[in-house]
């Protein structure tokens, strides 16, 4: 297990326990172990950070942005970079619409962890789960612009924004349907205003003020979480993916396609009365074995 997985884990258990990152003394550790499944070589650099004292030299010495990629702080267009990368994922054509969610959620999400002068919020993890539309709202005005919609961290946020409204105002597949579109503006009249510079999502069409959680989870069948935000080790993940795409090349925007096209329902099938009659009797004898079940669990 690397360090860096050593410290999500250790973060992780914090954050669900309540325990303050550096409490590292022996009765937490075992207590750590024991509910967490560490190893003993988690334990052990547990165990050497406290006697070393100081914060270890991998981790910034600064409050500011600690969950940003250490080998980023230097860079400031990074930002950008990571933005620019997630938008190729998102206009690709091949790109599944539930992919594209959970892209534009990552993106946001590095809004809110980068370092200010990159464009970011410089948020720990804890503040990025307990974000609120409130709190959000007094931050906007310090998150960075870029002149490349494609690398705009305003814009980043202001997609996010679109999809938890939609999803605490309209339907699942109205959600679905804003999943397949990729990030672009088609309305002539706006062409030349990134996402940012429009009308702000509002309660009007898309209520992102009044969803409670701006950060929540979305399961394998695309439904949005409106009630909680992601699991501290979900957090760690995406943090880890956002480690993983800066350190990979940009690959280049591709060509105009079309948005992912609706699934197409198979076409109806005739059903003759022999299959009909089959079709009931194995239902009778489902629901039969689901009447069974609930008696003994009354």
Same mark, same amino acid.
């Not at 992780?12 to 326990?17: G, K, N």
């Not at 980068?114 to 005005?141: F, K, W």
């Not at 996402?195 to 898309?206: G, I, K, N």
């Given at each position: 297990?690397?360090?860096?997985?050593?410290?999500?884990?250790? $973060?992780?258990?914090? =954050?669900?326990?309540?325990?303050?990152?550096? &409490?590292?003394? %022996?009765?937490?550790?075992?207590?750590?172990?024991?509910?967490?499944?560490?190893?003993?070589?988690?334990?052990?650099?547990?165990?050497? $950070?406290?006697?070393?004292?100081?914060?270890?030299?991998?981790?910034?010495?600064?409050?500011?942005? @600690?969950?940003? !990629?250490?080998?980023?702080?230097?860079?400031?267009?990074?930002? &950008? $970079?990571?933005?620019?990368?997630?938008?190729?994922?998102?206009?690709?054509?091949?790109?599944?619409?539930?992919?594209?969610?959970?892209?534009?959620?990552?993106?946001? =999400?590095?809004?809110?962890?980068?370092? !200010?002068?990159?464009?970011?919020?410089?948020?720990?993890?804890?503040?990025?789960?307990?974000?609120?539309?409130?709190?959000?709202?007094?931050?906007?005005?310090?998150?960075?612009?870029?002149?490349? %919609?494609?690398?705009? @961290?305003?814009?980043?946020?202001?997609?996010?924004?679109?999809?938890?409204?939609? /999803? /605490?105002?309209?339907?699942? /597949?109205?959600?679905?349907?804003?999943?397949?579109?990729?990030?672009?503006?088609?309305?002539?009249?706006?062409?030349?205003?990134? $996402?940012? &510079?429009?009308?702000?999502?509002?309660?009007?069409?898309?209520?992102?003020?009044?969803? @409670?959680?701006?950060?929540?989870?979305?399961? &394998?069948?695309?439904?949005?979480?409106?009630?909680?935000?992601? +699991? !501290?080790?979900?957090?760690?993940?995406?943090?880890?993916?956002?480690?993983?795409?800066?350190?990979?090349?940009?690959?280049?925007? @591709?060509?105009?396609?079309?948005?992912?096209?609706?699934?197409?329902?198979?076409?109806?099938? +005739?059903?003759?009365?022999?299959?009909?009659?089959?079709?009931?009797?194995? =239902?009778?004898?489902? /629901?039969?074995?689901?009447?069974?079940?609930?008696? %003994?669990?009354?």
């Amino acid at each position: 297990m690397t360090s860096t997985t050593a410290d999500d884990l250790w $973060r992780d258990w914090c =954050a669900v326990t309540g325990t303050a990152e550096d &409490q590292l003394d %022996e009765a937490t550790l075992q207590r750590f172990a024991a509910t967490s499944g560490a190893s003993q070589k988690v334990l052990a650099t547990l165990r050497g $950070r406290r006697s070393a004292g100081p914060r270890p030299a991998d981790e910034p010495p600064s409050a500011e942005a @600690p969950a940003w !990629p250490v080998e980023q702080r230097d860079e400031p267009r990074s930002l &950008q $970079r990571l933005i620019t990368h997630g938008s190729t994922i998102i206009a690709t054509g091949s790109t599944g619409w539930i992919a594209r969610l959970r892209m534009r959620r990552l993106l946001f =999400a590095a809004v809110l962890l980068a370092p !200010p002068d990159h464009g970011g919020l410089g948020l720990s993890r804890s503040q990025v789960r307990a974000m609120t539309p409130r709190r959000l709202a007094g931050l906007r005005e310090q998150v960075g612009v870029s002149d490349d %919609e494609h690398a705009c @961290p305003a814009c980043a946020v202001w997609s996010w924004l679109e999809i938890v409204g939609t /999803n /605490n105002g309209w339907s699942p /597949n109205t959600v679905r349907t804003l999943g397949r579109r990729r990030d672009e503006i088609v309305d002539g009249s706006t062409r030349q205003l990134h $996402r940012h &510079q429009r009308e702000d999502p509002s309660p009007e069409w898309a209520d992102w003020p009044d969803h @409670p959680a701006l950060l929540p989870a979305i399961d &394998q069948w695309g439904y949005i979480d409106l009630y909680a935000s992601l +699991h !501290p080790s979900s957090l760690s993940v995406l943090v880890r993916t956002v480690a993983e795409l800066l350190a990979s090349p940009v690959p280049a925007m @591709p060509e105009e396609e079309d948005d992912e096209p609706d699934p197409v329902a198979p076409a109806a099938r +005739h059903v003759s009365a022999e299959e009909e009659v089959a079709i009931l009797a194995r =239902a009778d004898e489902l /629901n039969a074995r689901i009447e069974k079940i609930l008696a %003994e669990t009354r």
